[in-house]
């Protein structure tokens, strides 16, 4: 399905929704510490704001898979080097908590720190996406 037999707005919205409940989640799991788990969810809420821009730039489902950079350069973003460096970290903060052969060294980096610092890039790259939108 593409084109006119979607509800474009509807899908964009989904996305929007579901990427603003999981921000609100990121935020519970960085205040109890759970900061690896918070990360994880950082890059839940900016892959759906993602799919949300892809959805609504090429009216279509978005495209499958979480590696953040790839579905960021199918669209028209212009991205700051930053921004493209984040969005290739971020990514990792996927696999790396998902797969137990990954968790124990990405445990040992998710100090409180280190997970501030990634929880303010979060930030700003969600509201810049939210601009986009």
């Given at each position: 399905m593409t084109g006119k037999s979607l509800n474009i707005d509807n899908i964009v919205n989904h996305w929007m929704e579901s990427s603003d409940k999981d921000y609100q989640t990121m935020l519970n799991l960085f205040s109890s510490s759970d900061y690896n788990w918070a990360l994880f969810l950082g890059h839940l809420v900016i892959e759906k704001l993602l799919k949300a821009l892809y959805v609504k730039q090429y009216e279509k489902h978005a495209i499958m898979g979480h590696d953040l950079l790839r579905l960021a350069s199918k669209m028209k973003l212009k991205l700051t080097e930053d921004q493209t460096d984040w969005l290739?970290?971020?990514?990792?903060?996927?696999?790396?908590?998902?797969?137990?052969?990954?968790?124990?060294?990405?445990?040992?980096?998710?100090?409180?720190?280190?997970?501030?610092?990634?929880?303010?890039?979060?930030?700003?790259?969600?509201?810049w996406l939210k601009e986009q939108l």
């Open positions: 290739d970290r971020l990514t990792t903060f996927n696999i790396n908590t998902r797969y137990d052969s990954y968790k124990q060294e990405f445990n040992k980096l998710c100090t409180k720190e280190f997970a501030e610092e990634w929880k303010l890039k979060i930030e700003l790259l969600r509201k």
